[in-house]
């Protein structure tokens, strides 16, 4: 988890929705707005990730929370706000404010996708003109189809398994869980050679079957682009407050 690279957090960040008493949101349009955010809408929220319509109640569970989040509304007016538990669906206690995290990490951006799609097509292009020359037309048709299957629901703004493979093509500079943390925060690594050689064997693991995925017609070349190398996690850490800890006579070298 800490190799990977994640949308930028002013991006994440950006997708939060905050309400409180005063509050006024259409029902339809909190409905929208959180089908966005990567909610599913289902009859009844019995689990993270998962969003509910009954009447002028709407029941939300974000991934942040222990707990589920309803919403009353009157018209566009909030009602109530209460904390309410998924296995006996009944109301806990009032709440004063809600933050409804995105229920995903990576969300389509409403800016930049005519960009990223003509970015995407220009590396299809590229991978299957090089799959060609190999004679490898059965995954160069392959790539096609695959491709051409996410770009219809990209433009849709449709989510499907796999989408975060695109992240690349969306955000210039991807970041990683450590930017996340605050400056003023203290990162503890414990172990730091053991980590060290967690990440780089897990780097090389991820390179190794990517290069046998873009044989078989399968990513685009951008993948790599998605895992942090050690000497970039390192380098992000020396520029906050870390503190490492480690039961072993191992220096940890950039």
């Given at each position: ?133 190999l004679n490898n037309h059965d995954a160069a048709r392959s790539l096609e189809d695959r491709v ?44 730091p050679a053991r980590v060290r050689e967690q990440v780089t064997a897990h780097q090389a693991d ?49």
């Amino acid at each position: 988890a800490l190799a990977e690279r994640l949308v930028p957090p002013e991006a994440y960040f950006a997708n939060r929705l905050t309400l409180d008493m005063e509050s006024q949101i259409d029902i339809e349009e909190l409905a929208s707005r959180l089908a966005a955010m990567g909610y599913e809408r289902t009859d009844r929220v019995d689990g993270p990730g998962q969003f509910s319509v009954r009447g002028g109640i709407v029941d939300v569970f974000p991934p942040t929370e222990e707990h589920g989040i309803r919403i009353e509304l009157f018209d566009i007016e909030i009602d109530s706000l209460r904390a309410f538990d998924t296995a006996t669906q009944r109301s806990t206690h009032n709440l004063q404010e809600v933050v409804i995290c995105p229920a995903r990490e990576f969300l389509l951006p409403k800016e930049g996708l005519d960009a990223a799609i003509e970015a995407i097509e220009r590396a299809v292009n590229l991978q299957v003109q090089r799959l060609k020359s190999l004679n490898n037309h059965d995954a160069a048709r392959s790539l096609e189809d695959r491709v051409s299957w996410h770009m219809e629901r990209l433009v849709e703004g449709v989510p499907f398994p796999g989408m975060e493979q695109y992240k690349p093509y969306f955000y210039k500079n991807l970041a990683t869980l450590l930017d996340y943390v605050s400056p003023e925060q203290v990162i503890l690594v414990d172990e730091p050679a053991r980590v060290r050689e967690q990440v780089t064997a897990h780097q090389a693991d991820f390179a190794e079957r990517h290069t046998l995925r873009l044989e078989q017609g399968r990513v685009l070349p951008n993948e790599t682009k998605l895992i942090a190398s050690w000497n970039d996690l390192y380098a992000r850490m020396r520029e906050g407050h870390a503190l490492h800890i480690s039961g072993l006579a191992k220096r940890v070298a950039g």
